[in-house]
């Protein structure tokens, strides 16, 4: 064989892999991401994949649904009793039900692997979504940030190798907002703008790529964000009453205070719904930490159909991707007290806003909501999604130092949900 039917021949054998490859991943128009994070694990059967109703108490114990179902604004579609207001407005959303990864045993892995798509590594720190969106769109406006967290900070929300620039300013009450910018009231702009001047005076810039660059670009960032400007924005007497009462407690104050940050261009607000604030557990619904595990969900109700609400109300639903994300799911059998263990075979995360094409519901488990049936979501796949909707490709490759990184680890964006 000459060189020339080499050439030939190879590239007939190359052409159907060409055709097969993915097509490029669709690109949505959301301009910013408000994260619910409900630490614990969500229980899908009990929340927005709900069946038949189970038995949690007594001999014998029946697997199932701990809660009767409601139907929703979309057909077919039904959500836990305690979801009355979401499944009013299910037509701004998507349940996907069919979410799954193999990571279930320990809480901060699976936290970990849900914030970042990826396991933890020993030689890798990973970013969050968070941190890749604040590094890939940064803020969209000045004098806020790109990322807000609201909640305890730790590393699985933070900006791995992308260094501090794509970090977080935090919060963990809502009535202070973060600490460490308001100033002393005998400062204003003018003695604040001097005493700027004479740090950026007092030494040489650190070495570019170093970690006291680092350092400096976050003081900076730091002393740019200090006064009242910034911090207006979390002040909740600026809303009506009605508005704040509709939110509900201080969850739902989060979640307003999350909206007006991306009102104000915070490209990216994580809200956590931390532990112990209603059942003693959170949604760690082992033995009986299920018992009051129907306040949670009512709080959750009210939160997020208000947010969803509220960001429709004032034109912003369609920009801002609404996520609500759990580490894993729950089995529909229960344990010894009448709880539940952990689940990662297949549960439910939701979408709402960003532009999305919604369908109240993606994807079918089993009678049980143990198995995915069809249309299965890889974590990373549900990664995709979230970086798709905001204009980001998930297979954009960022840099650990000369290491090359891509955003997703080969996830492809739902395209159903996409327009």
Not at 246 to 252: C, K, Q
Not at 315 to 334: H, I, N, Q
Not at 367 to 375: E, F, G, N, P
């Amino acid at each position: 064989m000459n060189r020339r039917d080499f050439l030939a021949a190879s590239a007939a054998l190359a052409a159907p892999q060409l055709a097969s490859a993915d097509p490029p991943a669709p690109r949505g128009k959301a301009e910013a991401c408000i994260f619910v994070w409900l630490g614990g694990g969500m229980g899908q059967i009990d929340t927005f994949d709900p069946k038949a109703r189970g038995l949690n108490k007594g001999t014998p114990k029946k697997a199932g649904s701990l809660y009767d179902s409601v139907p929703t604004a979309t057909p077919g579609v039904r959500f836990c009793e305690h979801l009355p207001r979401v499944a009013a407005i299910s037509d701004r959303l998507t349940a996907v039900r069919t979410v799954n990864h193999s990571v279930v045993d320990e809480h901060a892995f699976a936290t970990n692997l849900v914030h970042t798509g990826r396991v933890t590594s020993g030689n890798v720190v990973y970013p969050s979504v968070g941190s890749i969106v604040a590094h890939e769109r940064g803020a969209a406006a000045a004098g806020v940030p790109p990322y807000v967290l609201i909640g305890y900070p730790n590393v699985s929300r933070g900006p791995g190798f992308l260094g501090s620039k794509a970090g977080f300013v935090y919060l963990t009450d809502t009535a202070a907002g973060p600490a460490g910018f308001a100033r002393p009231a005998d400062v204003d702009e003018a003695r604040a703008a001097a005493r700027r001047r004479l740090l950026e005076a007092a030494g040489a810039p650190a070495p570019a790529g170093s970690a006291a660059a680092g350092y400096e670009a976050a003081q900076a960032e730091a002393l740019r964000l200090a006064g009242p400007g910034f911090l207006r924005h979390f002040d909740l007497t600026r809303e009506a009453s009605a508005t704040r009462e509709r939110f509900g407690g201080e969850f739902g104050q989060r979640c307003l205070v999350a909206r007006r940050l991306v009102e104000a261009g915070v490209r990216f607000v994580e809200v956590s719904h931390n532990l112990n604030f209603l059942n003693g557990t959170g949604w760690d619904v082992h033995n009986d930490g299920i018992d009051n595990q129907h306040l949670l969900v009512r709080e959750l109700d009210a939160a997020l159909s208000a947010l969803v609400l509220d960001l429709e109300s004032r034109k912003l639903l369609d920009r801002t991707l609404v996520v609500v994300a759990t580490e894993f799911g729950r089995p529909p059998e229960f344990d010894g007290g009448g709880g539940r263990g952990h689940q990662g075979t297949a549960f439910s995360m939701v979408l709402a806003g960003g532009g999305l094409r919604h369908r109240g519901a993606y994807g079918v488990t089993d009678d049980l909501a143990k198995r995915v049936v069809s249309d299965p979501v890889p974590l990373v796949d549900f990664h995709a999604t979230v970086h798709a909707a905001l204009g980001i490709d998930p297979a954009k490759e960022l840099y650990d130092g000369p290491r090359p990184v891509p955003i997703t680890d080969g996830g492809r964006p739902v395209r159903a949900l996409f327009a």
